[in-house]
T-cell receptor, first 113, second 112 residues
């Protein structure tokens, strides 16, 4: 399964931007980069995904390196509610067309008031 | 906003007993999944289900596990004879296609 590398933990102050890095040097051309997060005692929550171009949505931005070997999830203004474990996942296409996510350990983000 | 729901939120059972965990996926979704997370560990894929068939299952999903879509709205995970090591959070997820999966809040299974 395609592998990603993330820092174990990061810290941020409230209302500051947060850049969460992810390395995926073995990514292949058809692998999508997905980000999910898991708040304490909750199920994983979709954040954003992309293939080659940078992406923005109401939750975050995803910056993808030109060679696609790394990406960065950007939270523009961290809030206390953003404290969670953030997972960078490569979604590998499968013949059945379904979505299989292989979770790593993720980055635990702490947000300080 | 539509969401995946799961019942019960917490299930306590004795070792060797059968349990059924229930999920209501988002209504127009066609693909359904179960994942589990043992306390303090990673979220692990168990099984994917489409068109009333298992698309893929992991090594964890042995003969003790089964899934079913008994009607047009529910999706269930059955563990026939629970073991202590089955204690975990079980998450149901659904997706329209191969893109984004939406997860439920989970059922905490405790096997005594």
């Amino acid at each position: 399964d395609a592998k990603t590398t993330q820092p174990n933990s990061m810290e941020s102050n409230e209302e500051e931007p947060v850049h969460l890095p992810c390395n995926h040097s073995t990514i292949s051309g058809t692998d999508y980069i997905h980000w999910y997060r898991q708040l304490p005692s909750q199920g994983p929550e979709y954040v954003i995904h992309g293939l080659t171009s940078n992406v923005n949505n109401r939750m975050a931005s995803l910056a993808i390196a030109e060679d696609r070997k790394s990406s960065t999830l950007i939270l523009h203004r961290a809030t206390l509610r953003d404290a969670a474990v953030y997972y960078c996942i490569l979604r590998v296409p499968v013949s059945g067309g379904y979505n299989k996510l292989i979770f790593g350990a993720g980055t635990r983000l702490a947000v300080h008031p | 906003e539509p969401e995946v729901t799961q019942t019960p939120s917490h299930q306590v059972t004795q070792m060797g007993q059968e349990v059924i965990l229930r999920c209501v996926p988002i209504s127009n979704h066609l693909y359904f999944y179960w994942y589990r997370q043992i306390l303090g560990q990673k979220v692990e894929f168990l099984v994917s289900f489409y068109n009333n068939e298992i698309s893929e299952k992991s090594e964890i999903f042995d003969d003790q596990f089964s899934v079913e879509r008994p009607d047009g709205s529910n999706f269930t995970l059955k563990i026939r004879s629970t073991k202590l090591e089955d204690s975990a959070m079980y998450f149901c997820a659904s997706s329209v296609g191969p893109s984004v999966a939406f997860f439920g809040p989970g059922t905490r299974l405790t096997v005594l």
